[in-house]
């Protein structure tokens, strides 16, 4: 079955880096888009990046452009989320997220179990 | 961007109770609003798609419908598993954006 497992958050200080990352299994993910979603402790949820299957698109939520890079590597099964100049608004559980077949999609059908980014000095 | 305002923010019903949450975009979105279960720690789930269509594996007491701007889902009969909060998504225009979340209680 689908499976998705967020790796790399912790405790970071403001202005610092962190690279998450999510390994899939039980599809075909170098045909799927894949997003990033995140939720700020006791908040709702805010869309934050997407890459299409084969990289030829990202778009990014304007709070991230800039700080945030999505990538992917398709031989490894993985997503990246690479988060520099962090600030104490980004955070959140990440969420990794499944697309669509080859482009965005239109919703997400499969999440991983999250990972927690904590950025306070 | 556009903006998804969800209504009411917070409900307490019964097991069995109909239910219904309101989603309004700020904008047409045609029929791209998606709704989304969460339960307390855990990831949220697909529940409809495309404003009606149920997700696979989805009871059939979940149905989602619009009318213009306006979109609703709706639960026939409130089930213990079902308190939750629910979000809707607009995936009509980047950044796809979502609704503030409406929280299901128990009465």
């Known amino acids: 079955q689908v499976y998705m497992v967020e790796s790399g958050g912790g405790v970071v200080q403001p202005g610092t880096s962190l690279r998450l990352s999510c390994a899939a299994s039980?599809?075909?993910?170098?045909?799927?888009?894949m997003h990033w979603v995140r939720q700020a402790p006791g908040k709702g949820l805010e869309w934050v990046a997407v890459?299409?299957?084969?990289?030829?698109?990202?778009k990014y939520v304007d709070s991230v452009k800039g700080r945030f890079t999505i990538s992917r590597d398709n031989s490894k099964n993985t997503l990246y989320l690479q988060m520099n100049s962090l600030r104490a608004e980004d955070t959140a559980v990440y969420y990794c997220a499944r697309g669509g077949l080859y482009s965005s999609g239109w919703y997400f059908d499969y999440w991983g179990q999250g990972i927690l980014v904590i950025v306070s000095s | 961007d556009i903006q998804m305002t969800q209504s009411p923010s917070s409900l307490s019903a019964s097991v069995g109770d109909r239910v219904t949450i309101t989603c309004r975009a700020s904008?047409?979105?045609?029929?791209?609003l998606n709704w989304y279960q969460q339960t307390p720690g855990k990831a949220p789930k697909l529940l409809i798609y495309?404003?009606?269509s149920l997700q696979s594996g989805v009871p059939s007491r979940f149905s989602g419908s619009e009318s213009g701007t306006d979109f609703t889902l709706t639960i026939s009969s409130l089930q213990p598993e079902d308190f939750a909060i629910y979000y809707c998504?607009?995936?009509?225009?980047?950044?796809?954006?979502f609704g503030q979340g409406t929280k299901v209680e128990i009465k």
């Open positions: 904008q047409t979105i045609s029929s791209y």
């Open positions: 495309s404003a009606s």
């Open positions: 890459i299409w299957y084969n990289e030829s698109n990202k």
């Open positions: 039980g599809f075909t993910f170098g045909n799927y888009a």
């Open positions: 998504q607009q995936s009509y225009s980047f950044p796809w954006t």
